[in-house]
């Protein structure tokens, strides 16, 4: 479980302050060009990956993003832009923005919308990698609303069913449901059996993946050195399935947006524009249901699944959402966990941006 | 591969024509009461799962709806009504007619509201099961809309994760998206690893499950016999993934719908509504891109993407809705393929409702 080798490898870990995280996040982007508001804004989504747990889309990923503002692939000032499309839609240009502010505008927007037509479906063309999938369905949570969030990745890693070739990413999908007493629902699933991420912060950790992750495409062979992940393809889930979820995500969040996705996308290179596709929906829980009486009914049933019981072997019932909570409130309190291989690489870029180290904040 | 045990199955198959399937469904439910042209209706929506290969929601099922009118759990006579809570969203109230009905109405009203508002999110309730989901998906499709359509299924087979009790269904998805000269891409899948119809097929057929499909609630050992399904519980796919895909799929059609769902199903008994609930979206692509522009991009997707290098072991490349366009081309000329038991059950039933048996039509 996700959970449990986060948890193991979280004591091994040195917990870090949040806010010293959000800090050096955001002077890391102000380095990079980005305006003062939006630096921030990045560093407080990206930290909020690391509270709940989405721990390959935290800090970890600062010298990525850096690399790719410092090859200008990303423009550090967008005028991100929206076209209402029709009542219930809206067309977000990202103008080459990292992704974080192109898709928490697009989120806002939805909601805005929602709040008008009951339903929105915002797309974004021009968009950069966001992260953390979760982070944006769960941006309506707040309007007690619903979140459904998608994205074309910007690497391949999978391939269509049958098929040898990198032409699908590991698109994720990610819905947010609000509850009352309960933590809200929140699935943030890839489409492969494990995320790039996941298997990046194994490669990072030194630990091999289990069989069914990955593939060898001239053999079919499993491949369970993470380091060698490059080399094979990712599993997805579900077989035919998992590479049909992940192939529709593509197609909803870039060409229906004309952005990049699937087969199109291209090997990253310096001065590139990735056209990041990804999607929104908000929905107002209100135009179905007294708000009161839905949030009632999401915690009833959500304990009478936690009460029910146990399959041998394993630690008794989890919905998806009460991890990210469990988590979020520990490292609220007692700071992020982050790897001391991690800890170096963050020192190390800070010192080519001359910034103070996150170990010394 | 399904399709490829389908097409093995099909060659030891009688083959029946299509109008034939349609008349005598379409007599057998007027003889439960409902009216011709709901009648009617229910048989050609049943009998095009038929014709795509969803083998397991056409003909196949028409015993089991049958006693589930003459039980009195659907209303043959329903009034299905649609309240218009915004301009993007409906709740329809389904009266307890057959699913069949419902979630067509449902998704031809989607496709108005969307026509208006660019996209349309339309709920049900006191629905019953409707079928094949890719059906419904597929109805936008003719409109150039996107479809995605989802259901609470009224049975339990899965646990949720972690989980020993049967809390929740293989609730399936399916999305429809339009091409230009390809098939549409069409996806239909159970949450589960294999649908309960699908194994019930197996059982039929008397052909053993495959590992990964079901295990024993009490040991978690694999069950293999079809047979025993009923013992066991469903494995969602890729693990906690797909169980919380389910978990999503049944709040968003059942509580939001005030409909059934996950932990809430009762087992069936005579005179017991169901209250199922589903729900559809409805995604008009000339609100993101003009739709001759969109179709020719999904047409060179999915054209790359089947001439890319073949997985070793496979026939290569599938693209979700190939196989479906393929059946239907070939069961409209040739018959539906349907097994020697199903038609001696059909026959049976024939007898008991007085109809002239579908092998002399």
Partial sequence: MNHVASEARAAADVRVPVAAVIDFTADAFSACGLPADDARAVAE???????????????????????????????????????????????????NGMGHLVMAFAARKAVEIARETGVAWVGARRSNHAGAAGVYAAIPLAHDMIGIYAAAAGSNHMAPWGGAEPMLGTNPIAVAIPAGAEAPVVLDIATSVASF????????????????????????????????????????????KGSGLSL????????????????????????????????IIALDVSRFMPIDAFKAEIDRQVRTMTASAPLPGTDGVRIPGQWRLRHKRDRQQNGVP????????????????????????
Same sequence: chains 1, 2.
């Fill in 248 to 279: 529709i995500v593509g197609l909803l969040a870039g060409p229906l947006n004309a952005a990049t996705a699937n087969c199109d996308v291209q090997p990253e290179a310096p001065g590139r524009e990735s056209n990041t596709g990804q999607f």
């Fill in 45 to 95: 989504l990206m930290t909020e990956a690391d509270l709940i747990g989405s721990d390959a889309h935290g800090v970890f990923r600062v010298p990525q993003y850096v690399g790719r503002l410092q090859a200008r692939q990303i423009n550090p000032t967008p005028n991100i832009t929206i076209r209402r499309s029709a009542p219930g839609t809206g067309h977000v240009d990202g103008d």
């Fill in 338 to 361: 982050l790897a001391k291989v991690l800890l170096r690489q963050l020192d190390e870029l800070a010192k080519k941006l001359q910034l103070k180290p996150l170990t010394e904040r």
């Fill in 197 to 240: 991420g996941k298997i990046r912060s194994h490669a990072l950790a030194g630990e091999p993946m289990p069989e069914g992750w990955a593939i060898d495409p001239k053999s079919g062979a499993p491949i369970t050195d993470a380091r060698r992940v490059n080399e094979g393809l990712l599993l997805p889930i579900g077989g035919y």
